[in-house]
C-alpha cells in the first residue's frame, strides 16, 4: 500500500497521473486529506468513483498510530505515536493566547548524543517516513479542531516547530516533502516564518534546507566555544563553530529580513556564566549573524548528572545578552507534569508503549478559541 501522506503535493500529482487523472485531481486529494482531515477515500465526494475505487485498492491515508494522549493542567497535550517494535515518538501541543505550536520529531531516537538531552542518551533507532512526520500534524490539527468545535476556516495549529526527538537535518529527504506539506496552501498553509527546523548544526544540510524550502531556523548552540560545544554537542567536532556560524549567515543571506534563534539550554556550573556570555556575544558578532537567543533552562532526566541553572542566573546571562543588543527570552518550561518539556520526550518510551488500552484520556483544557484569527484557506 501507497501512503499517500509520504507525497508533497507535486509528488502527489506525478502519483495521481500515473493512474491516468489529471493535476486538480491530485489537488482535491490533497485538500481532502489535509484540509479536512479526511482518511477514507469514500467520502472524497467530489472524487469519480473509479478513481476512489482505484485509490481504496492501491493507497491509504496512514498517520502513526496513537498509544497515549497526556493532557497538562496547563493547556499542553502530549500525544505519543507507536511506531511499532516497541518504540515511540512524542509530539507536543503548546497553545498560548495568540498560537498554537505543534513540537514535531522528526527520528526515532538520535544519532547525535548531546551530553544533556535524554533522546541523545536514548541513541539513534530509526527515520520516520514523511508521512509519518506530516502525520503528527494531521492527527493533532484535526484531533483538535473536532474537539475544540473550531469552524471550518479557523487552525488549531498556527505555528510548527521541528524540536521533538530527533535531528531533523539528519532526516532530510523525509523533512523535505513534510516541510512543503505545512507550507503548501492546499493542505496547511503555514508561512514559512511559523514553521522552525531546530538543527543542532548539520552545515551541509543547513545550506540544502536555505536552497530547498527557507523556512525559520533555529540553531542549538550551547556553548560559546569549540572546546565545550565539543564536549555538549558531539556534532561540533565534525562542523566546528566557524563552519556553524558561516553556514548561519549564507541562510539569512538568503533571506535578509530573517533571524537566527540561537538556543541554548542553561546548565548550572557548565555553560551560564557571564563570561560565557561575553563570549557568546562576541562570536556572533564576529559573524555578523542577524541572530536571537532562546535560553532553555535545563530539564533534567535521571543520569544525566547535570542541573539546572538557578533562575537568577538564568536572568543575569539574558540580561547580559539583551544588554548586548540582542533579543532574548527564556522559555517556559510548559506540561512539566505530564514531562513534556524540551528533552524529555524520550524519557522511558520503551515502557510506556506497551499498550493502547492503558491510554489516558484526561480531559483536556484548551484555551479559547480567540487563540487565532488565522485562515486555513487564506494562509499567508
Ligand atoms: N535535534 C534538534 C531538535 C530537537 S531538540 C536540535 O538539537 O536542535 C530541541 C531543543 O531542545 C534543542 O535546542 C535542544 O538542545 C533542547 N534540549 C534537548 N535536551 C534538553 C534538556 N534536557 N533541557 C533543555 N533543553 C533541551
Ligand atoms: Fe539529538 Fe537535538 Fe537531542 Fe542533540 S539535542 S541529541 S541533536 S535531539
Avoid at 505515536?81 to 493566547?97: K, N, Y
Amino acid at each position: 500500500m501507497v501512503n499517500l501522506l509520504d507525497f508533497d503535493s507535486d509528488q502527489l500529482i506525478a502519483y495521481c497521473q500515473g493512474l491516468g487523472e489529471k493535476r486538480f485531481r491530485a489537488i482535491q486529494l490533497l485538500r481532502w486529506m489535509h484540509q479536512k482531515g479526511e482518511a477514507d477515500f469514500d467520502r472524497m465526494s467530489d472524487l469519480a468513483r473509479p478513481f476512489r475505487g482505484t485509490l481504496s485498492a492501491a493507497a491509504e491515508v496512514n498517520a502513526l498510530p496513537v498509544a497515549r494522549e497526556h493532557a497538562s493542567r496547563d493547556g499542553t497535550v502530549k500525544w505519543l505515536f507507536d511506531v511499532g517494535a516497541g518504540e515511540a515518538v512524542e509530539t507536543v501541543f503548546i497553545p498560548e493566547d495568540d498560537r498554537g505550536t505543534l513540537c514535531v520529531s522528526s527520528q526515532v531516537g538520535c544519532a547525535v548524543g548531546c551530553r544533556f538531552c535524554s533522546t541523545g542518551h536514548q541513541g539513534f533507532s530509526r527515520n520516520l517516513s514523511a508521512g509519518q512526520i506530516i502525520g503528527q500534524l494531521w492527527h493533532a490539527e484535526h484531533e483538535l479542531r473536532r474537539r475544540l468545535a473550531l469552524p471550518p476556516h479557523q487552525r488549531a495549529v498556527t505555528n510548527v516547530v521541528m524540536m521533538g526527538m530527533g535531528e531533523p537535518l539528519q532526516n532530510y529527504s523525509a523533512l523535505l516533502p513534510a516541510l512543503r506539506l505545512m507550507l503548501d496552501d492546499n493542505a496547511y498553509g503555514l508561512s514559512r516564518r511559523r514553521v522552525t527546523v531546530s538543527t543542532s548544526g548539520v552545515v551541509p544540510m543547513i545550506d540544502r534546507l536555505r536552497a530547498d524550502c527557507p523556512v525559520a531556523l533555529a540553531v542549538s548552540l550551547h556553548a560559546p566555544n569549540d572546546a565545550l560545544r565539543d564536549q555538549l554537542v558531539p556534532l561540533n567536532r565534525k562542523y566546528p563553530l566557524v563552519e556553524l556560524m558561516a553556514a548561519c549567515r549564507r541562510y539569512i543571506e538568503a533571506a535578509p529580513r530573517d533571524f537566527i534563534t540561537f538556543e541554548y539550554c542553561m546548565i548550572d556550573g557548565v555553560n551560564d556564566t557571564l563570561t560565557h556570555a561575553r563570549e557568546l556575544l562576541a562570536l556572533v558578532r564576529g559573524a555578523a549573524v542577524a541572530c536571537k537567543f532562546n535560553l532553555i533552562p535545563f530539564n533534567p532526566f535521571a543520569q544525566s548528572g547535570l542541573r539546572r541553572s538557578r533562575p537568577e542566573v538564568v536572568s543575569a546571562f539574558a540580561a547580559a545578552l539583551d544588554e548586548g543588543g540582542f533579543v532574548t527570552t527564556v522559555r517556559k518550561t510548559r506540561g512539566d507534569d505530564i514531562d513534556a518539556a524540551c528533552g524529555q520526550l524520550a524519557g522511558e518510551v520503551r515502557d510506556r508503549t506497551d499498550a493502547p488500552s492503558r491510554m489516558t484520556r484526561a480531559p483536556v483544557r484548551f484555551m479559547p478559541a480567540r487563540r487565532t484569527t488565522a485562515r486555513v484557506e487564506r494562509a499567508r
